[in-house]
């Protein structure tokens, strides 16, 4: 079956700019992760939702990052104000209680 | 609070040699273990997961693991390494008490020599 998407694969944006990244979660799926990768690291998370519930944001690095799925599905991050540092690679894992199967990452490119 | 620390960022074989990637962890509950495996440009896929059942597991590609749980150990090998491995490797642990959030260690890249 199809696996976890996320779209755009490439976001290049100025310092300054919102965007928003776009996560499809394995049908079925009730959990939903997202981690963010930073070049040569493994990655660090962010946010975690069971169901349509934020289920643990501690990850989330300040209030400039916010994260939705209202219908327990899909889910966007948010990222307002974008710095330089926000560059990464943002990963989406979802799970239906086992192992977290992740999708093919969006780099974003803060210039 | 849960840790990872995959000793070598840079593990270089020759083809046909055994593989060995070390993973320990850092948990004060029984954890979940978990390699991924990154090739360029990809997103993680998983190799193998350890969930309390045999502590020797077996995954994907003819990649292994065993959990010892006295040395905190959760080492991957592979006896023959192929040229097709060449790859990221990340070692993981959760916690059934924080939702099963993954925490990764940093990774080790896998150089395989022909």
């Known amino acids: 079956g199809a696996g976890v998407s996320q779209t755009p694969s490439n976001k290049v944006t100025e310092k300054g700019k919102y965007v928003e990244l776009r996560c499809d979660p394995i049908s079925g799926h009730t959990a939903l992760y997202w981690y963010r990768q930073s070049l040569g690291q493994g990655p660090e998370f962010l946010i975690y939702?069971?169901?349509?519930?934020?289920?643990?944001d501690s990850g989330l690095p300040n209030d400039r990052f916010f994260a939705v799925r209202p219908e327990g599905s899909v889910s966007t991050l948010k990222i307002q104000r974008t710095e330089r540092g926000d560059s990464a690679v943002y990963l989406c894992?979802?799970?239906?209680?086992?192992?977290?199967?992740f999708g093919p990452g969006t780099r974003l490119t803060v210039l | 609070a849960q840790s990872v620390t995959q000793l070598g960022s840079h593990v270089s074989v020759s083809e046909g040699a055994l593989v060995l990637l070390r993973c320990n962890y850092s948990s004060s509950v029984p954890p979940y273990l978990f390699w991924y495996v990154q090739y360029p440009n990809q997103g993680l896929q998983l190799l193998l997961k350890y969930t309390s059942a045999a502590t020797l597991v077996k995954g994907i590609n003819g990649f292994e693991a065993e959990f010892k749980k006295s040395e905190t150990s959760f080492h991957l090998t592979k006896p023959s390494a192929h040229m097709s491995d060449a790859a990221e490797y990340f070692c993981?642990?959760?916690?059934?008490?924080?939702?099963?959030?993954?925490?990764f260690g940093g990774g080790t890249r896998l150089m395989v020599k022909p």
């Open positions: 894992a979802s799970s239906s209680g086992g192992a977290q199967y």
């Open positions: 993981a642990v959760s916690d059934l008490n924080a939702g099963n959030m993954l925490t």
């Open positions: 939702f069971q169901g349509t519930g934020a289920a643990d």
